[in-house]
């Protein structure tokens, strides 16, 4: 008889816990967890498969335990001055995340962000054995200095996050509001810009509030805007002292030269595939515009994705959709439903779904 996992002798702290997870079906539309849905483009796989079988060769010898090309590759798409010992990656922005809070956080210390936000947060901080402390946003999803600023103080967390821009609002976050909770937060701050790419052009990334910041982190990832989710390749910029700390967490040889490689590779086009950007943002848009000309409310967003309000029946609407071959993602808010701007005729293909089951409403 298979044993059951309450049967295991598990950590207290960690019973009772949910896997993060989103619900995935093999429909002909899958706009529920915020990827890329443009494909990499050909002459950028080409040069990333090239450098690849390049990797291939020495693939029987660790990695570059430093990534130091990556590093400053990355360095050098960031821009605003960083240099390579700035940088650090992992696998995936949540592994980056995670070895923030085994650096900075653990038992005994505490974590926060401010809800509704990205769900993987608590999960990373309870699996780390820290407290997690939620937060709370005004009713809009916005986040002011004063509420922020109130909140740091009475909290006092070892590691705060500020999803900017937010998922799974889509909220954009001024930097007035990291500037302040950096002055009163005792610890380490990450500004998680996994979204940043979404964002109009002219407005500042929180890299620019680095400079005298030593406690102050932000990362990105390469998942959303380089279409490389299924490759994991998340990343940070912080002072030097804080890439030292990571250090001490890493698993050893934790990316691997394929990894390497191909991310590598991929920075090179960073201008061609930026370009698939200006694409989701005009779905994003208009999902938006048509959305609210069904009588449903578009939340203001800055990423590749948008939450829409309004919903009288969160669960027949998202069935409805299922069943015309269209998966967006119920994220627990009450009369919201969020969908990924997809393709042109993905979201075409959205949209005519959700009229159908809006007019048969």
Known sequence: MSVRLEDLPLRDD????TPYGAPQAPLPVTLNVNENTHPVPEEVADDILD?????????????????TSLRESFAEYLGHGLTPNQIWAANGSNEVLQQVLQAFAGPGRAAMSFTPTYSMYPLLARAVGSSWIAGRRDADFSLSVESAVAQVLEASPDVVFLCSPNNPTGTPMSLDVIEAVYEV????VV??????????????????????RERLVVSRTMSKAFAFAGARVGYLAAD???IDALRLVRLPY?????????????LRHAPVMLQMVDEIVSQRDRISATVEALGYEAHPSWTNFVLFGGVEDTTATWRGLYDRGVLIRDVGLAGHLRVSAGTDEE?????DALASVHSGS
């Open 347 to 351: 979201t075409t293909a959205f949209l």
């Open 51 to 67: 450098s690849i079988a390049l990797a291939l060769r020495d693939v029987n010898r660790y990695p570059d335990r430093e990534f």
């Open 185 to 188: 937060a005792p610890g380490i």
């Open 254 to 266: 934790h990316l691997s030269s394929l990894t390497q490689a191909a991310a590598t590779a991929a």
């Open 191 to 212: 500004v998680d810009e996994a979204y940043q790419e979404f964002a109009p052009r002219e407005e500042r990334s929180a890299l620019t509030l680095l400079p005298g």
């Open 14 to 17: 960690l019973r009772g816990m």
């Open 240 to 242: 030097p002292a804080v």
